[in-house]
């Protein structure tokens, strides 16, 4: 049976930087591999972040979104269907960040799924400098991807104190105490400078499995504040792009921004953007396209449109 790992994490967390450092991993041990990105928006840039892996040995496919949930989980299916015909020792599935985890499980289990599929590990990916202050619909996201996870990977601890590692653990058990998980993940946790991760340690990750435990469901998350604004076909040289994206995090007007992501032009070639509120990076990358994607929660998509001086375009 083919292993599905789920690399779960929120708005900003690293999900896709981390994927990127896993499958160079398992590529590295001599797995093939196929990568899934399942997102409820319409446009996919971390695609594109993903683009230098693809190989004979590592496929790329996505799920795109901009439908209804029932729609969205039968592309999944379909997708996964496709995936499993494919001779991958292993599929990677990277969902957005206000993903609802039950429908990974729900779909594996259903056939032809579940005789082609086995779950191999759950993986949470959380920023390391963890805000205390989350909304309601944010404390539950957190806890809805950690419950299952055998495996927690707090990114960006090179930048915080073990004070603040800590307080984000005691944060991650207290939202899990909330919807009725009794679970602590303080055993579970990987808590180390992604850059001196080594082998022992993404075998730990690939073997860390998931854990079944039950919660407070409070529905799907397509309710909730949570949406994207989408800013395209507008060129920004990358001084302008930094600007206006620490404008964005500063704004109270723009509503509470999580993340900033995509292309600025650079000569002949792209840097890619990657921005929380606490940091904000642009390397060089091969493949590009003109667009920016502002997400948050409670998002004000005139505002923001205005700063970024566009058309608006919302999903």
Not at 18 to 37: N, P, T
Not at 66 to 81: E, G, N, P, V, Y
Not at 123 to 138: G, W
Not at 170 to 197: F, H, T, Y
Request: hydrophobic share 40%; with cysteine; charged share 25%.
């Amino acid at each position: 049976m083919i292993k599905v790992d789920l690399i779960t994490g929120f708005l900003g967390s690293g999900k896709t930087t981390f994927l990127k450092r896993y499958a160079r991993y398992l590529l590295d041990s001599g797995q093939k591999i196929g990568i899934l990105e399942n997102d409820h928006g319409a446009v996919n840039v971390d695609m594109l972040f993903l683009n230098e892996l693809e190989s004979e040995r590592c496929g790329l496919d996505m799920v795109a979104g901009a439908c209804d949930a029932d729609c969205h989980r039968r592309r999944f299916k379909t997708k996964l269907i496709a995936l499993g015909m494919s001779g991958y020792d292993r599929v990677l599935i990277e969902p957005s960040g206000v993903f609802d985890v039950d429908e990974f499980f729900d779909v594996l289990y259903e056939e032809p799924l579940d005789r082609w599929y086995e779950i191999g590990s759950v993986i949470a990916v959380v920023n390391a400098d963890l805000e205390q202050a989350l909304s309601p619909d944010a404390a539950y996201l957190l806890a809805s991807q950690a419950a299952n996870a055998g495996v927690v990977v707090l990114s960006k601890t090179q930048l915080c104190s073990d004070e603040q590692v800590q307080a984000t653990v005691a944060r991650i058990d207290s939202a899990l105490a909330d919807i009725g998980c009794r679970r602590s993940i303080r055993d579970c946790v990987l808590a180390k400078d992604w850059d001196s991760l080594g082998d022992s340690d993404f075998e730990r990750i690939q073997n860390s499995g998931w854990v079944s435990e039950s919660y407070i469901k409070r529905g799907t998350t397509d309710d909730s504040g949570f949406s994207s604004v989408y800013i395209m076909n507008q060129a920004f040289t990358a001084q302008e792009l930094k600007e206006k994206t620490r404008q964005a995090f500063a704004s109270s007007a723009c509503g509470r921004v999580f993340r900033v992501k995509g292309f600025a032009r650079d000569g002949d070639g792209w840097l890619e953007l990657n921005a929380t509120a606490g940091n904000l990076s642009m390397r060089p990358t091969a493949l590009g396209q003109e667009i920016i994607i502002v997400i948050g929660e409670e998002l004000n998509a005139p505002e923001i449109h205005k700063l970024f001086q566009t058309k608006e375009t919302t999903i």
